[in-house]
């Protein structure tokens, strides 16, 4: 089936860690997207990557890293300086000229 | 600056019609969608609208696009309780290629 997919869809992890979610997609898509979403808001662009070995800070990107080694895999790391790191996270994917996002199921991270 | 504004919360009878509304900020926009979120989940593409349209219709579903005024509705027909769900208006961002979401309208289904 093709798809997105994030993985663990739920996370815990102590103050101070940092924290690895995955992202991954066999749309044969170029552009890639890491959002937060917290309670009664909407999406926040935290980092996006519109081709291989190259991406840019979205809103919030303070805290976070990403990489794009491959096509097909977008991790996002939560890095110890992020204040308030516990959130869902979603990820999507859109192909170069399409207009539509397709959005995985979400990782929700709970820093304890 | 870029932003999109949605009400949070909309309940309707079960058959009726709800109307979710929204207005946005970037005249320039190409593209406007509706996603829908059910608790948990990812967001999942309902429709959207380019930005030449007035009116796209699919189903149960109606979107009215007032560039003048930028405002976008989405109405939804004969409303069900499996419609429960969070509702986010998005733009396309065109000169920087990316999408802005509104916050999401709650849509809560009455008996």
């Known amino acids: 089936d093709g798809g997105i997919t994030q993985s663990p869809k739920y996370l815990f992890r102590k103050e101070g860690q940092n924290v690895t979610l995955s992202c991954e997609q066999n749309l044969n898509h170029d552009a890639m997207y890491w959002y937060r979403q917290d309670p009664g808001q909407g999406l926040r662009l935290i980092y996006y990557s519109q081709i291989v070995n190259d991406f840019q800070k979205g809103d919030i990107a303070e805290g976070y890293s990403v990489s794009r080694e491959k096509k097909e895999s977008f991790p996002l790391t939560v890095t110890s300086a992020q204040k308030n790191p516990t959130a869902f996270y979603l990820c999507?994917?859109?192909?170069?000229?399409?207009?539509?996002?397709?959005f995985g199921p979400g990782t929700r991270l709970t820093v304890l | 600056g870029e932003d999109v504004e949605q009400s949070l919360f909309l309940s309707v009878r079960e058959g009726d019609s709800s109307v979710i509304n929204c207005t946005y900020t970037d005249s320039s926009s190409t593209y406007l969608y509706w996603y829908k979120q059910e608790p948990g989940a990812g967001l999942q593409l309902l429709t959207y609208i380019f930005s030449n349209m007035d009116m796209k219709q699919d189903q149960r579903l109606t979107v009215l696009l007032n560039k003048k005024d930028k405002h976008l509705s989405l109405r939804i027909a004969d409303t069900q309780t499996g419609d429960s769900a969070i509702y986010f208006c998005?733009?396309?961002?065109?000169?920087?290629?990316?999408?802005?979401f509104g916050s999401g309208t709650r849509l809560s289904i009455r008996p």
């Open positions: 998005a733009e396309e961002y065109s000169s920087a290629s990316k999408i802005i």
């Open positions: 999507a994917s859109r192909s170069s000229g399409g207009n539509t996002q397709y």
